[in-house]
């Protein structure tokens, strides 16, 4: 047998050990053909797998990646973070859409293309605030869907905009997947303004829906001079199907979670309804418990002390707390 047939057999007994799916990215598919036959150059990661992977990492439910979210705007200094879930089409096949908003500190463009990157993070392992990997706002977002936008501005009318495609990302057939320099627009799209502009199809009640802002003309103004939208259109995987059910439970969960941060000042809307903090163990004072007849604040205090404790602050630290 000649040289080649037995690197030929070689390879393609190599691409049938690999026993790729069919519905597996093509792209990846390439990479991984052309590195068995011409030895070339493996990459730490293989994108186009990598990403259709993370989209299975998992999370409780939509509203804990929801949170991701939520928790990389107060981590941005936001004052106030808005989270729409926007059902549009027929009730048969209608999709959900999946935005949050925050008037944080926003992202410079070099920033911005750092943070679309898996492991990319300016606070990575930093203890103090709540991101440390450069993992959640990506993970978080392709979890619910197959595409990820992202909008960021430090003034008026300079929307940055990255896009993360998984499908894109799945059939490009370069060993190195690179990302694209951001974008610079002056004006957002039409499918986010009718998002921010326009009254939720849920709650139903349109005089409980404080809007940031009722027309295209007044929105820049609204968003305030910096800030960042996480957009994730035509969700696939959702907990459930229905945009009430999504903001009832994203609502219940939210007000508990960020009670104290609600506590501090932090106005949270769930599709254009102020949140209110809720406190389990009725300690808050400023918490919506108190409104109900018979439910004041239950305080306790600790009488005595006896012993102190110091546990590592991680396994295997001499640095105890």
């Known amino acids: 047998m000649e040289t080649a047939d037995i690197l030929n057999d070689k390879g393609n007994q190599s ?40 989209r299975d990492l998992g999370y409780n439910h939509t509203t804990s ?4 979210h939520v928790d990389n705007g107060i981590q941005g200094n936001a004052k106030q973070i808005r989270v729409y879930f926007n059902q549009h089409g027929h009730a048969a096949d209608s999709q959900v859409d999946v935005l949050i908003v925050d008037n944080g500190s926003g992202m410079a463009p070099n920033v911005l293309k750092l943070a679309m990157a898996f492991g990319g993070s300016t606070v990575f392992n930093d203890r103090a605030g709540i991101g440390r990997y450069g993992m959640g706002m990506k993970t978080a977002a392709l979890s619910m869907g197959p595409i990820l936008e992202v909008y960021s501005w430090q003034e008026p009318k300079a929307f940055y905009n990255m896009i993360l495609d998984v499908e894109e990302v799945g059939n490009s057939r370069t060993n ?25 199809a849920y709650p139903k009640d349109r005089a409980s829906q404080e809007l940031i802002a009722d027309a295209r003309e007044s929105l820049t103004d609204a968003l305030g001079r910096s800030g960042t939208i996480i957009y994730i259109p035509n969700c696939d995987r959702l907990t459930y199907k229905r945009a009430q059910t999504l903001a009832e439970h994203a609502t219940k969960e939210m007000a508990r979670v960020y009670r104290k941060k609600i506590s501090e000042g932090l106005k949270l809307f769930i599709n254009n309804r102020l949140v209110e903090a809720f406190d389990p163990t009725f300690w808050m004072e400023d918490a919506r418990h108190i409104r109900i007849a018979g439910l004041g604040t239950t305080r306790s205090r600790l009488i005595n002390c006896w012993n102190t404790i110091q546990i590592p602050i991680i396994e295997g630290s001499s640095e105890k707390r």
């Not at 694209?180 to 009718?194: A, K, Q, R, Y």
């Open 65 to 68: 990646a929801v949170c991701e």
């Open 176 to 200: 190195l997947v690179e990302l694209p320099e951001p974008t610079l627009c002056s004006e957002l799209p039409e499918e986010i303004v009718n998002i921010l502009t326009k009254p939720m």
């Open 15 to 54: 691409e049938q050990e690999a026993g790729w799916n069919e519905n597996a990215p093509r792209g990846g598919r390439a990479v991984l053909a052309r590195i068995i036959k011409e030895g070339a150059t493996v990459p730490m990661f293989l994108g186009q797998t990598l990403i259709n992977s993370l």
